[in-house]
């Protein structure tokens, strides 16, 4: 039996060219083989087969144009796959929806096998506690209470559940009856984790206080000493003091590290809290007193960096973090990378965990909360934020007439995270107990920041007379303690086993992301001049008797003459304290943080897989951006690189026609698809699945690149390469993300970023904030960002495999951006010139002599979308004005500018050597031609390489602001047109003394060059 396939529904398309057939007579194929690949003016898809067997009739060529129906090919079917037509008549439902059937099914019966018994839960109730609120407001104290007793009585008898179910009950009904209160998020002021819930650290605390003294002493003394010698290194003492006990818990008892058994958790340490961690590594013998007293001094080798900085510590620091705001982001973009390459089959699940700690300061940056929404949503329940709240930011207070821990736990739980608070120490628990009365929790709700901050600069008798003293009832609460026991009341951040409660309940937890909140003190144990104090963070040096009152604090065992010369301490090798340190890290697998990498090396694919892109494109016509498309289509058929690539789209697929990657490799989706998509009928149909490839980012270009520097690192933080290709509208990228792009660099990520529909006069009719000029230059500033702005397909493609072999064969710590374009034009073949592909990827290649008249000549040199108003110019200029030109198409002035930088620097640092000539000499100087360079890039692009050309050099570019018109005005407007370029060219040659002045005028009348209009920069 002969069984056809027909062409698709394409959707809106009618009359699609096929551009490549790839299967041939007499070929088995199997369901969902690529058979052909169609291209409109806007995509390029793949047509799957959706039939079996062995092809005996193939109905069309390249160049035939189809629509939907038409017959592709016959295969004589051998009976296991029916073509799509039949079976849908045979199989209405589609299989999305039997999924979703079957699933619901299933829940139905469990839930009915469930529903008889009623979950109860054993909860201690404490005695009484509160149930006399204090009654502001009560108008009915005798009916509140009896409500209570009501409740307490549910709590007593069934549990915590069914009391929660009968308060929502009650909310809303009292909705239905027309209440519209809203009920807050926030609990009171007291720790989520009650005392009897709390789960108890197994450590030695007396050990662990021991080893956390010595690393906040050694952490307090690097930073002096370095400001001792060299006062303007700077640094942070009282940041890391109050965070202190936030980390030694977890580095006891918690962060695994990576070792050949496990892929390690991953810890996003607060930028400026570094020194503690430094000072870990040196009890942990990793780090020497030498390198301590190195901290801040990193031009020579051997110095430790101020901040966490990849590129400068490369074996010890993963994240950069210390832009406030891009660690939150990172960190949410990480673990949902992880469960990505989970999800995909790439890694095993083993459990791990993305730690992320962030100032409560840190938390006011619109990036810090951006994302928390998707870590919700994504069901993140590797991810846990630790947001050290020590109430002050740099300047003061971060929320003097408020509570920073209440306004976070509101907003955390609202975007549906699981929120745990740790705000009293364990000496507050007998105190919150004997609160019958609920004034000493009514107290804590009415305090704010300012006020506690204020109290921890003061003693223990102003706690007691501001605090305590309010009310009649919390004075008689705390009448037996001394103001020495009052001044001793902690801060759960500070608590070691109120943060392992935490710790132990968040690494738990399933199905949702965590944030701890827990509440410190700034510079905790720093005295008088450094505890709480506004000037906090600025504090980069302590007097002597700061630094005796620092050891006492902490009973650090040095001698008065030691804590004068600041000397370190680190006790010897046998001693309790580094046998504990150590055993504990063994048991956790290593140390932590520390930075590796075993991935493999992705073959780059044999250059014939990009040899379509290196022929003519005849008449036919097409954007770089489409031969991209097609370029990575043809990628996802090598094995070796295929399963790797990470497509990252913020909602921009359809523009840069990619919505043929949708059905061929899915969007990623956690939970797969639960509906059935608008248009499941067609080709390109919007498909998303757990094992998606895609990552399709929506409106969100700070987080695509987050989770583009996750997968750029993947070979690191999960020892598999990765290679990410980030497609964005080109004016939204570095601009709208620079420090992220920053920081990717730092990271050491590799990938690809895809600046589409770029350019100031390419992208027409979107206007200014839409068109480009200037992304290039930002991407000069990176100094490991590689960037290219091509022209013709073969360049493109030529760059692209380069990146592949130097980033993910050879490992070159690098990343690419390329510019791509969304104006259609016909591409010629690659010149045959052997040195063209090598001056394609060092930035500059001659592409055409014109030579006819044998007397004037100028360079014409450009990139992107003007070099082919360049071409045309140059072609005016011979047939009209009897000027011969080369034509250089420059696919990267960025490259060329640090070839020139770094040759002129190597003949100045050599005055006897022979001069070497740079690669922009090289090609420019073979003439004494003056030249004119162009771009869609502000004239600071190309002007990069004027010190390095010796002829005269001019350049044309599009300063000033973007607006809509056509590309034909634009180009007018920004005289980067083939008109411009003559007229430019001509005056250029006069102004040389080469010709004379009047053809310049003639050309100037001819156009209609309005020569009195202002720099266009200033309209
Ligand atoms: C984007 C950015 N802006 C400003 C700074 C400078 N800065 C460093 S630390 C800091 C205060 C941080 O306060 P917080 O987040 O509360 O951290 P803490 O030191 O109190 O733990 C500031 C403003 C920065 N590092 N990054
Ligand atoms: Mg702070």
Known sequence: MSIQLKVPDIGDFEQVEIIEVIVKAGENIKKNDPVVTLESDKSSVEVPSTVEGKISNISVKVGDKVSKGDLILEVEGNGKSLPDEVKKT???????????????????????????????????????????????????????????????????????????????????????????????????????????????????????????????????????????????????????????????????????????????????????????????????????????????????????????????????????????????????????????????????????????FL?????????????????????????????????????????????????????????????????????????????????????????????????????????????????????????????????RLNRGGHDPHKVYAAYDQASKNKGKPTVIIAKTIKGY????????????????????????????????????????????????????????????????????????????????????????????????????????VRLLTNLLRDKNVAPRLVPIIPDEARTFGMEGFFQKIGIYAHEGQKYEPEDSEQLSSYREDKKGQVLEEGINEAGSMASWIAAGTSYTNHDIEMIPIYLFYSMFGFQRVGDFAWAAGDSQARGFLIGATSGRTTLAGEGLQHQDGHSHLLASTIPNCISYDPTFAYELAVIFREGLRRMHEKKENIFYYITTMNENYPHPAMPKDKGCEDGILKGMYKFKEFNKNKKIKIQLIGSGAILREIIS????????????????????????????????????????????????????????????????????????????????????GTDGFGRSDTRKNLRKFFEVDKEHIVTYALSVLSNEQLISSKPVKDAIKKYNIDTKRSFPSKL
């Not at 930073?223 to 109050?242: C, D, M, Q, W, Y």
């Not at 991953?266 to 570094?274: R, V």
């Not at 011969?884 to 620097?905: C, H, K, P, Q």
């Open 90 to 356: 045979s199989d209405q439902i589609p299989k999305s929806t039997k999924n979703l059937i079957e699933e619901a099914e299933k829940t139905i019966e469990q839930e009915i096998k469930k529903a008889p018994e009623v979950e109860k839960e054993t909860i201690r109730v404490a005695e009484d506690k509160i149930s006399k609120v204090v009654s502001d407001g009560d108008i009915d104290p005798v009916e509140t209470k009896e409500w209570i007793d009501s409740l307490s009585s549910v709590l007593e008898t069934d549990g915590g559940k069914r009391a929660q179910f009968l308060i929502k009950q009650l909310i809303e009904h009292s909705y239905r009856q027309g209440s519209d209160l809203v009920l807050s998020r926030n609990t009171p002021y007291v720790n989520t984790i009650s005392p009897d819930k709390e789960t108890k650290s197994p450590g030695d605390q007396n050990i662990e206080r021991r080893i956390r003294s010595l690393i906040r002493w050694n952490a307090a003394a690097m930073v002096v000493r370095a400001n001792k010698k060299f006062p303007e290194l700077g640094g942070h003492i009282g940041t890391f003091a109050s965070a202190a006990t936030l980390y030694d818990v977890g580095m006891n008892h918690f962060w695994r590290a990576k070792n050949n058994k496990f892929g390690g958790d991953l810890i996003y340490f607060q930028g400026h809290s570094a020194p503690g961690m430094y000072a870990r590594a040196f009890l942990e013998g990793r780090l020497s007193e030498k390198q301590l007293d190195n901290f801040r001094q990193e031009v020579n080798p051997g110095g430790l960096s101020s901040y966490p900085h990849p590129w400068l510590m490369p074996n010890f620091w993963q994240f950069p973090t210390v832009s406030m705001g891009i660690g939150p982001m990172l960190a949410i973009y990480q673990a949902r990378f992880m469960k990505y390459l989970i999800n995909r089959g790439l890694i095993k699940d083993e459990g791990r965990k993305v730690w992320a």
């Open 359 to 487: 100032g409560d300061g840190e938390m006011d940056e619109p990036e810090s909360m951006g994302a928390i929404g998707l870590a919700a949503r994504e069901n993140l329940d590797n991810l846990i934020f630790v947001v050290n709240c020590n109430l002050q930011r740099l300047d003061g207070p971060v929320r003097g007439n408020g509570k920073i821990i209440q306004e976070l736990e509101g907003i955390f739980r609202g975007a549906g995270w699981d929120v745990i608070k740790v705000i009293w120490g364990s000496y507050w628990d007998p105190l919150l107990a004997k609160d019958k009365t609920g004034h000493l929790l009514k107290i804590m709700n009415e305090t704010v920041d300012g006020e506690y901050q204020a109290f921890k600069a003061r003693n223990g008798l102003y706690v007691r007379e501001k605090f305590f003293g309010k009310y009649a009832e919390t004075k008689e609460l705390v009448s037996s303690l001394s103001d020495k026991d009052i001044w």
């Open 525 to 628: 144990g720093m005295g008088k001049t450094g505890e709480s104090v506004n000037t906090t963070h600025q504090q980069k040096k302590m007097g002597v008797d700061d630094l005796m009152y620092y050891r006492d604090r902490f009973d650090v065992p040095l001698t008065d003459k030691q804590v004068q010369d600041i000397q370190y301490f680190r006790p010897n090798e046998n001693s309790e304290e580094i046998k504990y340190l150590k055993d504990r890290r063994i048991k956790l697998g290593g140390f932590i943080p520390e930075r590796t990498t075993y991935a493999k090396q992705i073959k780059a694919p044999q250059k014939d897989i990009f040899d379509f892109l290196k022929e003519s494109t005849g008449k036919k016509e097409m954007s770089t951006t489409m031969a991209l």
């Open 873 to 956: 110019g140059a072609e005016i200029l011979q047939n009209e004005h009897g000027i011969d030109s080369d034509i250089w198409s420059v696919t990267s002035f960025n490259e060329l500018a640090r070839d020139g930088m770094e040759t002129e620097r190597y003949n100045l640092l050599n005055p006897d050597e022979k001069n070497k000539a740079s690669y922009v000499e090289q090609c420019l100087g073979q003439s004494n031609s003056p030249v004119l360079a162009a771009s869609d890039y502000m004239r600071s692009h190309s002007e990069q390489i004027r010190p390095f050309v010796k002829n005269s050099f001019y350049s044309l």
